[in-house]
Nanobody
C-alpha cells in the first residue's frame, strides 16, 4: 500500500502564494507519476500537475501554466506544488495522486489514479 499525506493548504488572498506538500510512504515502484488534482464544489476532479518520478518530466493543466510549479525532493519522497498568482477560481480541495505508469508524459486522469491522498483545502479570497 501507499500512503500520501498532503499539507500546506489554507486561506490566501487573490494574487498570493501557497505551497502544497505531499509525502509518500509505503510500497515503492520502479516507474510512476506523482502529482496533483483539484476538485471545486460542484465540479469534477481535474488534473493540475504531474511529475514522472523516474525522468523528472512534468506536465500541467493549461489553466495553471505559468502560475503553478511542481517539484520534488527525492530524498524525502515528497512532491510540492508551488502556487503563485492565485485566483478565486483556484479554490478547491487539492489531492495528491500516484499512478503506476511507464508513460513518459505524466498527465493523469482521475480514473487512472492508483492512490489518492485525503486532500487539503485551498481557499482564495477576492
Amino acid at each position: 500500500q501507499v500512503q500520501l499525506v498532503e499539507s500546506g493548504g489554507g486561506l490566501v488572498q487573490a494574487g498570493g502564494s501557497v505551497r502544497l506538500s505531499c509525502a509518500g510512504s509505503g510500497r515503492t515502484f520502479s516507474t510512476y507519476h506523482m502529482g496533483w488534482f483539484r476538485q471545486a464544489p460542484g465540479k469534477e476532479r481535474e488534473f493540475v500537475a504531474g511529475m514522472n518520478w523516474s525522468s523528472g518530466d512534468t506536465a500541467s493543466a493549461d489553466s495553471v501554466k505559468g502560475r503553478f510549479t511542481i517539484s520534488r525532493d527525492n530524498a524525502k519522497n515528497t512532491v510540492y506544488l508551488q502556487m503563485n498568482s492565485l485566483k478565486p477560481e483556484d479554490t478547491a480541495v487539492y489531492y495528491c495522486a500516484v499512478r503506476i505508469s511507464y508513460l513518459r508524459v505524466p498527465t493523469m486522469t482521475a480514473d487512472r489514479v492508483d492512490y489518492w491522498g485525503k486532500g487539503t483545502l485551498v481557499t482564495v479570497s477576492s
